[in-house]
């Protein structure tokens, strides 16, 4: 099984509207850790936000904010105000263990294209 | 601060020829990554290191590739002979355990592999 689940090959949202891309993921740890990352078409990988699986709060960072459903193993990302800038592919991410430890693996999602259309 | 410095940026070789890619992590950093993405596979983790020993190279693919990290400030991905399916994007990254991190992982430029 997949540990990470990105289900929207694509998505579409007008300038300045919300958008939420989905996530799920697969995990027997109790102390893990979800992140989301952009790729732009230059290609680099740019992280945007992070939600450990202790947290009490869902994450925000700017427009960015991580809709984490811990019963429903899920943490989507929520654009907010969207802009042009905004569209590229975004990766869903996962580390299994806790922050502290030795084991700094991450298992990527296969990505959603965001497109931001004016 | 600099970032994680790839080189080269892009590569074109030809099938049987050796490649050696490189990768300078951020100072202080001590875990590096290497990954390949492709648009049929994705984003796959070839191989980890902490503080300079392989992890986990459960994910290189076969005999051909090789990664080595010699210190904290220098890492090499190689693979001999190369075949035109190892054409990809390679990345390299790497993060810091320090204590209020999320241990997130701070991405190369990435080198474009053509195998021809």
């Known amino acids: 099984a997949q540990k990470i689940t990105q289900t929207q090959p694509g998505m579409f949202v007008q300038e300045k509207e919300a958008v939420t891309l989905d996530c799920t993921y697969d995990?027997?740890?109790?102390?893990?850790?979800l992140f989301w990352y952009k790729q732009p078409s230059s290609g680099e990988m740019i992280f945007l936000i992070y939600?450990?699986?202790?947290?009490?709060q869902n994450a925000t960072e700017g427009r960015y904010s991580l809709n984490f459903q811990k019963a429903r193993k899920s943490a989507n990302l929520v654009i907010s105000a969207s802009q042009l800038g905004d569209s590229a592919m975004y990766f869903c991410?996962?580390?299994?263990?806790?922050?502290?430890?030795?084991?700094?693996?991450?298992?990527f999602g296969k990505g959603t294209l965001l497109t931001v259309n004016p | 601060d600099a970032g994680v410095i790839q080189s080269p940026r892009h590569e074109v070789t030809e099938m049987g020829q050796e490649v050696t890619l490189r990768c300078k992590p951020i100072?202080?950093?001590?875990?590096l990554f290497w990954y390949r993405q492709t648009m049929m596979r994705g984003l796959e983790l070839l191989i980890y290191?902490?503080?300079?020993?392989?992890?986990?190279d459960s994910g290189m693919p076969e005999d051909r590739f090789s990664a080595k990290m010699p210190n904290a400030s220098f890492s090499t991905l190689k693979i001999q002979p190369s075949e035109p399916r190892d054409s990809a994007v390679y990345f390299c990254?790497?993060?810091?355990?320090?204590?209020?991190?999320?241990?997130?992982?701070?991405f190369g430029p990435g080198t474009r592999l053509t195998v021809l």
């Open positions: 990254a790497s993060s810091s355990p320090r204590g209020g991190s999320y241990n997130e992982q701070f």
């Open positions: 995990t027997s740890d109790q102390s893990y850790g």
């Open positions: 939600q450990g699986s202790y947290d009490e």
């Open positions: 991410a996962m580390r299994e263990g806790y922050s502290g430890g030795s084991n700094y693996k991450l298992t």
């Open positions: 100072s202080g950093h001590n875990s």
């Open positions: 290191f902490n503080n300079n020993v392989p992890i986990d």
